[in-house]
């Protein structure tokens, strides 16, 4: 079993929708939950992070961790072409605080 | 100019040959990454180094190797370059990671085709 898993999508909305991209977990230790935004042809770059449980929001952007469920969220409210890129989950793992990545879900926003 | 600098941009190398991917960063940070991704799959660890002193084996390291040569220089080389290591190779950096989560910075990424 993977340690992060995502949904590879893609995902295809219109612009304006709310969109969710979630991510399960398997280890109840991990703490710190983050969301990396990759455009194309662009290497990955951190959109948020959260520690423990709840919510954190910035703009449009609100990231959710339920820790009792193991699953991660990442919402975007009226969404826009410009959101259009690769969105990948990630923690933190052990002592070393090795970085560990979901698959990423490809979310493509059309006018 | 980019925080963490990957050369060469793309690459086309024949099966069985030597290649040598590098990364260089000017974040100060000690811990550096090499990930390659694939459709699908994601990101996948290949080697991550702590420190000048400190390599580790990721999830994938069969068939690379690393070398640290300074705290800001990191590369990855393929000894004997087979068509299932076509990818996109990413170097990435982070700080420690203390109190705040640990936020990598990426490079640009290699295109890397053997054929």
């Known amino acids: 079993q993977k340690e992060v898993e995502q949904d590879p999508g893609p995902l295809s909305v219109p612009e304006g929708a709310i969109v969710s991209l979630n991510c399960t977990y398997s280890?109840?230790?991990?703490?710190?939950f983050m969301w990396y935004r990759q455009y194309s042809r662009k290497g990955p770059e951190l959109l948020m992070y959260t520690y423990s449980s709840g919510n954190k929001e910035d703009g449009r952007f609100t990231a959710q961790v339920d820790k009792s469920s193991k699953y991660i969220s990442l919402f975007i409210r009226d969404s826009q072409p410009s959101d259009s890129a690769t969105y990948l989950c990630?923690?933190?793992?052990?002592?070393?605080?090795?970085?560990?990545f979901g698959a990423g879900t490809r979310l493509a926003v059309h006018p | 100019d980019a925080d963490v600098t990957q050369t060469p941009r793309n690459r086309i190398t024949k099966t069985g040959k030597r290649i040598m991917l590098e990364c260089s960063q000017t974040?100060?940070?000690?811990?550096m990454y090499w990930y390659r991704q694939d459709p699908g799959l994601g990101l996948r660890l290949i080697y991550y180094s702590f420190d000048v002193k400190d390599i580790n084996k990721g999830e994938i390291s069969d068939g690379y190797s690393v070398s640290r040569q300074a705290q800001a220089k990191f590369s990855l080389s393929l000894e004997s370059a087979i068509p299932n290591q076509t990818a996109l190779y990413f170097c990435a950096t982070s700080d420690d990671g203390q109190g705040s989560g640990t936020e990598a910075f990426f490079g640009q990424g290699t295109r890397l085709t053997v054929v």
């Open positions: 280890n109840s230790a991990f703490q710190y």
């Open positions: 990630a923690t933190v793992s052990g002592g070393y605080n090795k970085l560990i």
């Open positions: 974040k100060g940070h000690d811990r």
